[in-house]
């Protein structure tokens, strides 16, 4: 029937399912997991050695940990990337960190293919594979994967974890943050810590609740569907930070110093069957003192900060073992699929005497005893950011020599366990297969009886460069199926091939010995004359420690090995090889806005990380506030960057304009108005000139002169000697009308939130004349 041919009265008879009585609903199919697929549950652990966990030989106290061993595997051979976020990027996507471009911290990126930070679609995250597949995904803690110029509220969100395909997050974006003033984010935003170290909080019980009540919210309404969560701590990442009764268990417990202790767990670890029977000790480290040789004081520094670590890392066990007590009350733990691992070896950072303030390695200035002694009994606590010396650094890598940031074993070998009672039979057995972070999402997709996917989202995916760990599950003879594996780290270069281990040291075997420090550059030159003479060879079936380096009795598997290691670097994006260290942290990226050199800012609104915030060091810069003052004045902070570790605010005390540069809790730099400000509307302004050259090799950035003004009008003026030459404090960001987390300013409580009505910051970076923009802003006034 034609529309022409319509009648009222017309009748359809031939169309059916008008209606509900005659039709079948066709509803989108719910993707379901299948029955019994278990859960899966990665705890991450940051900066802990091979000779660190109570089960791997250790004198510190994890029974968690070590029940999760006894109740399932330990692997004496992963290893890592001997870095954190090149480390992560494996360990989530089953591919190599230069293959995911995280060839270096997601913030110390370099814009070339393997180390531009920004990881690729094609490469996808284990919980973008399980999420398609009917799970929940959660990630909590420590993420360190997304560009840090990303880390603001104008994104993109992309790369953060609920862009990665994680449901849920709660945890810090950054490589490390305060344990008692973290920098938060909650799923999408930033938000504050739900109490104040006075009030008893510290982040890692924080995490631990999280990871509960996400799994709890799905569980309590979908028992059945499976989870993913990636449970990764702050710990035991600077700062090393734990309640002092925590700490004060391990008194006097490491009076021996760091050789014994290394002697101590070597021991131990052969009588474990950890390590071969006839594993040799590496020789000490020619950087690390002799304890028995260093002052009274220093030692009783040095050991105090052991303490600290030690009852930091008993703190952790004990929240890990919380989180499986959980899993066990909720009836889930038989059938969890549950890895424990470390990122990379011990860390070094504290350098030969440690350090209260860890910032100062980032800002190329050594700490001294005398600080330290000045501070130990804040160590631990929350007016430090501290890291131990790097002779424990050594002992905590035992049987291995060297740390993390260098791919020898000390740097690269770690911890290891899988536990999963429904799916191993095996208990409290070690596995000696040599593995990689590139092994665990393929181990998990393969435990699950899940494919890897041709395609994510749209997104073809690239190939898995690790192998399965299955097999290994209930036979401890399963075949070695991981036979080859480059290493690469800020120029340090290895390779395992077969059995064989060969090792190009950069800066070289040691600082002492080869007369360079961290982060000395090779040049193209250089990187010939290493080829040539600075590799070495290690035979690892008969030299698990690399102990014995015999390069000159195997010339051509040297040469061959090292073919291999091009080879491997071709293939997975590794060159150029870029040795440049702290360096990096200030290179100029790529921005969301670019070349801005102005900043309008305003309060109640998310910080802005040190990437993406106006650049205000070394150079000229200027603040304008817009304020009106009540009667009787108005307190609090104007704008703030950085932490008690370093940065600078500008603020109003007892109705006084003031600015403060904290040089790294060093020096404390004020610059103070002499006079009360009147009530009103007004421009409250500070103008940074700076009056020389930084020397930023040696830790100052430039000397300044700082005047702060009332509507343009100069009120106050100071000198600052030196600044902070690299980076504003290690986490932190810049915040308008308050300085949340650990003040910048000891004289001060935080948050100090401005109590007048503060409109608008501008921060200027151009290098123009306040007064201009002084000026400007009057102009604006008048308007209103």
């Known amino acids: 029937m034609t529309l022409k041919e319509y009648?009222?009265?017309?009748?359809?008879?031939?169309?059916?399912?008008?209606?509900?009585d005659v039709s079948s609903p066709a509803w989108p199919e719910m993707v379901r997991t299948r029955e019994g697929a278990p859960n899966v549950l990665f705890i991450v652990l940051?900066?802990?050695?091979?000779?660190?966990?109570?089960?791997?030989?250790?004198?510190?106290?994890?029974?968690?940990?070590?029940?999760?061993?006894?109740?399932?595997?330990?692997y004496?051979?992963?290893?890592?990337?001997?870095?954190?976020?090149?480390?992560?990027?494996?360990?989530?996507?089953?591919?190599?960190?230069?293959?995911?471009?995280?060839?270096?911290?997601?913030?110390g990126s370099t814009g070339f293919p393997g180390t531009d930070g920004y990881m690729p679609f094609e490469n996808g995250m284990l919980s973008e594979i399980l999420k398609q597949a009917g799970y929940n995904t959660y990630c909590v803690g420590k993420w360190h994967l997304s560009p840090e110029e990303t880390?603001?509220?104008?994104?993109?969100?992309?790369?953060?974890?609920?862009?990665?395909?994680?449901?849920?997050?709660?945890?810090?974006?950054?490589?490390?943050?305060?344990?008692?003033?973290?920098?938060?984010?909650?799923?999408?935003?930033?938000?504050?810590a739900p109490a104040s170290p006075e009030q008893g909080y510290h982040l890692t019980p924080d995490l631990l609740e999280k990871a509960k009540s996400f799994i709890a919210d799905a569980k309590q309404i979908a028992p059945q569907k499976p989870f993913f969560c990636y449970f990764a701590l702050g710990a035991m990442h600077s700062p090393h930070h734990v309640p002092k009764q925590w700490a004060d268990r391990y008194k006097?417990?490491?009076?021996?110093?760091?050789?014994?202790?290394?002697?101590?767990?070597?021991?131990?670890?052969?009588?474990?069957g950890i390590i071969p029977a006839e594993t040799e000790l590496p020789a000490d480290d020619p950087d690390v003192q002799q304890w028995n040789s260093l002052p009274d004081d220093e030692r009783r520094l040095y050991a105090r900060m052991m303490e600290v670590f030690a009852g930091f890392l008993e703190h952790t066990d004990h929240h890990i073992g919380e989180l499986v007590a959980f899993l066990k009350e909720i009836g889930e733990y038989d059938n969890t699929l549950i890895m424990v691992v470390s990122d990379n070896g011990s860390s070094a950072e504290g350098g030969p005497t440690g350090s209260v303030n860890e910032c100062r390695f980032f800002n190329n200035v050594a700490d001294t005893v005398e600080d330290g002694l000045k501070h130990i009994d804040e160590i631990g606590g929350p007016t430090t950011f501290n890291h131990f010396p790097w002779g424990w650094t050594h002992a905590g890598n035992t049987p291995f020599r060297r740390w993390k940031r260098e791919t020898y074993r000390g740097g690269s070998s770690d911890p290891f366990i899988i536990t999963w009672p429904d799916g191993i039979k095996a208990k409290g057995e070690i596995r000696r297969q040599y593995c990689h972070l590139i092994d665990m999402v393929p181990t998990a997709l393969d435990a699950l009886g899940i494919e890897a996917?041709?395609?994510?989202?749209?997104?073809?995916?690239?190939?898995?460069?690790?192998?399965?760990?299955?097999?290994?599950?209930?036979?401890?003879?399963?075949?070695?199926?991981?036979?080859?594996?480059?290493?690469?780290?800020?120029?340090?270069?290895?390779?395992?091939?077969?059995?064989?281990?060969?090792?190009?040291?950069?800066?070289?075997?040691?600082?002492?010995?080869?007369?360079?420090?961290?982060?000395?550059?090779?040049?193209?030159?250089?990187?010939?004359?290493?080829?040539?003479?600075?590799?070495?060879?290690?035979?690892?079936?008969?030299?698990?420690?690399?102990?014995?380096?015999?390069?000159?009795?195997?010339?051509?598997?040297?040469?061959?090995?090292?073919?291999?290691?091009y080879v491997e670097a071709g293939k997975y994006n590794v060159l150029p090889i870029d040795s440049r260290g702290t360096q990096r942290i200030a290179l100029e990226r790529p921005k969301v806005a670019e070349n801005l050199q102005r900043y309008v800012l305003y309060p109640h609104t998310q910080g802005i990380v040190a990437a993406a915030a106006p650049k205000t060091l070394n150079r000229p810069h200027s603040f304008v506030a817009e304020v009106d003052i009540p009667d009787g004045g108005a307190d609090g902070v104007l704008l703030s960057f950085g932490g008690n570790d370093g940065g600078f605010t500008f603020f109003v005390q007892d109705n006084r304009l003031c600015y403060l540069h904290n040089y790294l809790a060093l020096d404390y730099f004020y610059v103070k108005a002499d006079d009360p400000l009147p009530a009103g509307r007004h421009l409250l302004g500070m103008q940074f000139e700076p009056t020389g050259k930084p020397d930023i090799a040696n830790g100052k950035g430039v000397p300044a002169r700082v005047t702060l003004?009332?509507?343009?009008?100069?009120?106050?003026?100071?000198?600052?000697?030196?600044?902070?030459?690299?980076?504003?404090?290690?986490?932190?960001?810049?915040?308008?009308?308050?300085?949340?987390?650990?003040?910048?300013?000891?004289?001060?409580?935080?948050?100090?939130?401005?109590?007048?009505?503060l409109e608008r910051v501008i921060v200027d970076v151009s290098g123009e004349a306040t007064i201009d923009q002084q000026a400007e802003m009057k102009a604006y006034l008048r308007k209103q």
């Open 151 to 192: 880390n603001t509220a104008a994104g993109p969100y992309e790369r953060w974890p609920l862009g990665r395909g994680f449901e849920r997050y709660y945890g810090f974006l950054g490589g490390d943050t305060h344990q008692y003033y973290p920098e938060l984010v909650y799923d999408n935003h930033q938000v504050e």
């Open 46 to 74: 940051d900066d802990t050695g091979y000779g660190h966990l109570g089960c791997y030989g250790s004198p510190i106290r994890t029974p968690n940990i070590d029940a999760l061993a006894g109740d399932g595997l330990l």
């Open 453 to 565: 996917p041709a395609s994510l989202r749209g997104v073809t995916q690239s190939q898995m460069e690790g192998v399965s760990l299955l097999p290994t599950f209930n036979d401890g003879n399963a075949a070695e199926v991981h036979l080859t594996q480059y290493f690469e780290m800020l120029g340090h270069r290895s390779i395992y091939h077969q059995g064989w281990r060969a090792v190009c040291p950069w800066p070289g075997t040691s600082f002492k010995e080869s007369g360079r420090t961290f982060g000395a550059e090779i040049t193209h030159e250089m990187l010939d004359e290493l080829d040539a003479h600075g590799w070495e060879l290690y035979h690892l079936e008969r030299d698990f420690s690399e102990a014995r380096n015999v390069a000159g009795e195997n010339p051509e598997r040297l040469v061959s090995t090292i073919g291999t290691w």
């Open 252 to 272: 006097g417990a490491f009076d021996e110093g760091w050789q014994a202790y290394r002697r101590e767990v070597f021991e131990r670890q052969k009588a474990l």
């Open 7 to 20: 009648r009222p009265g017309t009748r359809f008879p031939g169309i059916v399912g008008r209606t509900p």
């Open 709 to 757: 003004l009332l509507d343009g009008t100069a009120i106050g003026s100071g000198s600052l000697p030196h600044t902070v030459p690299i980076r504003l404090g290690q986490g932190g960001a810049m915040l308008v009308g308050q300085d949340s987390g650990a003040p910048v300013n000891p004289e001060y409580a935080p948050p100090f939130r401005y109590t007048g009505r």
């Open 76 to 107: 004496n051979n992963m290893h890592t990337t001997a870095l954190c976020s090149p480390s992560r990027s494996c360990m989530l996507t089953g591919r190599n960190h230069h293959s995911n471009h995280m060839g270096c911290l997601s913030n």
